[in-house]
């Protein structure tokens, strides 16, 4: 195995590249080997039964185009490299402190030393996974006036009142009695106020000013989280071990 000290920047700029190239042979590979027919070939010769009198025929032929063993054996280089790449990214990052600088609005800075390059990464991702959820948080409804209740930790909104009917039974006289008729009467049932409701708004939803301001601050973050590990990384010396060559003869030996 060789071993050398590089710089991890150095290493980190190629590293796109490789893992891109290797990804792009792996798929290539992988859609010729699906294809049996480009590992299918023949050749064909006619001999007539008659040597003499009998008919000629060409020789015909259907050229093999590709070999299961080349195929693998070209990744060989490739996947070697992007290999040893990701190792020595891998094992440098596992020794490579920084130092997280935080400074909002003009607010004044604060670092936070010696954290590992390793952890920012993870980091990273977390902080990927908390926008998710804080663009997903609800907003309060903007067409009502929201006010901060302290005791309960939600939002309200003013009492509104509103009326409460019930159908009652009203008898409208349509004809009054007489002495030779009864009266007519139609029940109508009408709706009738019999008290009110008072209702009050709660929310547990957040202000969209609330919400723009924890998405700002998590931008960011991210971007103090990736300025810290890149400047680490641009100092960091590490310690390049190839063994992805080794590794992958091994796997394809015959």
Do not use: C
């Not at 939002?155 to 159908?167: L, N, Q």
């Not at 409701?197 to 924890?214: F, I």
Request: no cysteine.
């Amino acid at each position: 195995m060789g071993l050398k000290l590089t710089a991890l920047l150095g290493i980190l700029n190629g590293n796109d590249g490789v893992k891109a190239r290797a990804k792009r042979e792996e798929t290539d590979a992988y859609h010729d080997l699906k294809r049996p027919a480009l590992f299918n070939g023949f050749t064909k010769t006619y001999t007539p039964l008659d040597e003499e009198n009998g008919d000629k025929f060409p020789p015909e032929s259907e050229t093999l185009q590709r070999n299961v063993e080349d195929v693998l054996d070209g990744l060989v280089g490739t996947l070697a490299k992007s290999i040893d790449t990701q190792t020595a990214v891998d094992a440098t990052n596992g020794n490579t402190t920084a130092t997280l600088v935080i400074a909002r609005n003009g607010d004044n800075e604060t670092a936070i030393e010696n954290i590992p390059v390793v952890t920012l990464l993870w980091l990273e991702k977390q902080l990927d996974n908390l926008k998710a959820l804080v663009t997903a948080a609800p907003e309060l409804n903007p067409t009502k006036e929201w006010i901060y209740n302290e005791n309960d930790g939600v939002y309200v909104t003013a009492p509104r009142t509103s009326i409460k009917t019930k159908k009652v039974a009203v008898p409208i006289v349509l004809y009054p009695a007489t002495d030779r008729h009864p009266a007519q009467v139609h029940v109508d049932n009408q709706d009738t106020t019999i008290g009110t409701w008072t209702t009050v708004d709660r929310s547990g939803a957040m202000p969209a000013t609330r919400k723009r301001e924890l998405l700002t601050r998590i931008s960011e973050l991210k971007d103090a989280v990736k300025t810290a590990r890149e400047t680490a990384n641009a100092t960091a010396e590490v310690v390049e071990i190839n063994y992805g060559r080794e590794l992958l003869e091994y796997l394809l030996r015959p």
